[in-house]
C-alpha cells in the first residue's frame, strides 16, 4: 500500500531517472569522442539533421507555446468559480511560467546552434574536437529540450497537480508533525472571515470604500488587502491571517485533509485577536 502511494504522489519519478541516466551516458559520449573520435560527419548529413531537428523543435514550441496560452486562461478561470483554488492555481501557473521561459531560451539556444552549424558544416577554422564537440553538443541539447518540453506537457495535463502542490504549499507553510483536529480548524477559520467580514462591511460604510475594486481577487483576499490598507490591522496580524488563509484553502484540495497543530493553535490565536477588535 505505502508503495502505491509513493507511485501516485510520484508518477514521473521513473521516468525522469531514465531521462537523466540516458543524458549522463549522452554527455559522456559527447565528450568522448571529442578526444577519441570514432563517428565520421558528413557535410550534408550534419546540414540535413540540424535543420530537420531546428524546424521540429520550433514548430513543436509554436504548438506547446499556444496550447498552454489557451491552457492558462483556462486555469485561471478555475480560481474564480472556486476561491480556494486561488492559492494552488497562483502556484501552478507561476511554476509552468518559469519552465514556458527555460523551455524558450533552450530554443533559442539549440536553433542558434544549429543554424550555426548549417550556415559553416565542416569547413570551420575551429580545431577538429572543438568542433566536433559543438555537432554534439548542439544534438545532446536537442535532446533535453524535445524531453523537458514532453515533461512540461504532461506536468500541465496531470489530474493531480492541484492536490500535488496543495501537500507542498502546506509542507512549507507548517513543518509541524503533530496532527491537529481539522473540523476544529476549520470551525475557527469560519469564525474569523465571518469577524473579518464584519469588519470590513464597517469600514465599508465609514469611508464609503468601492467594494468592486479587488473583483480580480478572491474575496478574502480583497478584505485583508483593504483592511490592511486602512488600519485596521496591523503588519503581524495580515501575515498570520494571510498564512491561515493559503493553509486553509490548501487543506481543502488535500486528499488526507489533516492539519498541523501548529496552524490550528494559530488559528485559535487569531480568532480571539479580532473577537478582541469587534
Known sequence: MQTSRQLHSYPYWLGLLSVGILSIALQIFVIV??????????????????????EVLAGLYGITLTGYIFFSDRFQNTSKEDESLYDAVQ?????YNHMAGIISLMCLICIVLGEGIVLYGVNTLLPPWLHRFWINETLFLYFLTFDFVLYFVISVLDP?????ISSQKKAK??????TGDPEKF?????AIEE?????RDKLIRDVRLVPGAGKNKPQIVHTLEILRNYNRIGGGLWRKLDKLRQYHNLTLHDP????SQEMCDLAK???TELEAKK
Open 33 to 54: 569522442d571529442c578526444i577519441f573520435p570514432f563517428i565520421s560527419y558528413e557535410t550534408d548529413a550534419v546540414s540535413a539533421v540540424m535543420s530537420t531537428c531546428a
Open 91 to 95: 502556484a501552478l501557473l507561476l511554476r
Open 160 to 164: 493531480h497537480k492541484v492536490s500535488r
Open 173 to 178: 507553510l507548517s513543518d509541524d508533525t503533530a
Open 186 to 190: 476549520l470551525e475557527d477559520w469560519s
Open 195 to 199: 469577524i473579518l467580514q464584519a469588519l
Open 256 to 259: 488526507g485533509m489533516t492539519v
Open 269 to 271: 490565536n487569531v480568532r
